[in-house]
């Protein structure tokens, strides 16, 4: 009987443990994580979004665009020295990432860096001669502070 006992306690704590394990083992679908982080995003629910976004940075360490998302939502929570480092990262990636250097842009417009958002336009205006949305974005947002200044 007490054999019994000891029997289904092991059977039950092995059964548990494997439950543990696979709660903790579950494979997270990065482009799930990606979407659900934009999700967060267009509805301006940025403390959700910085957290999905921790975990989808971690699944895919190499995608700039996963970075520029992870600061731009830092940026947002005005966690500006966090952004900072995550555009950076972005752009170590992939220097000619035309979202990142625009969000970067406006991080250093926030942080009264005006001639750090002007490099940065320069930088868009070399990648889009003719012209892109994420230049004129970012000669928008350092208009709109030059016009605040006056």
Known sequence: MKTLK???LLS??????SLLAAKYDKKVDPSELYD????HLKNEEYRKALRVLGKYTKSKP???????????TQRKLKNYKKAE??????????????I???YQGELFVETERLGLAQTNLNKLKELCPTSCDELEQLKKYINQEAEKSL
Do not use: C, H, Q, R
């Not at 039950?12 to 443990?17: D, I, M, P």
């Not at 659900?36 to 999700?39: F, I, R």
């Open 62 to 72: 190499k995608d700039a665009d996963g970075w520029t998302l992870y600061a731009f």
């Open 100 to 102: 990142a250097l625009e």
């Open 12 to 17: 039950l704590l092995v059964f548990s443990f």
């Open 36 to 39: 659900k982080a934009t999700n």
């Open 85 to 98: 480092v995550n555009y950076e990262k972005a752009l170590k990636l992939d220097p000619e990432n035309k």
């Open 6 to 8: 000891i029997l289904g």
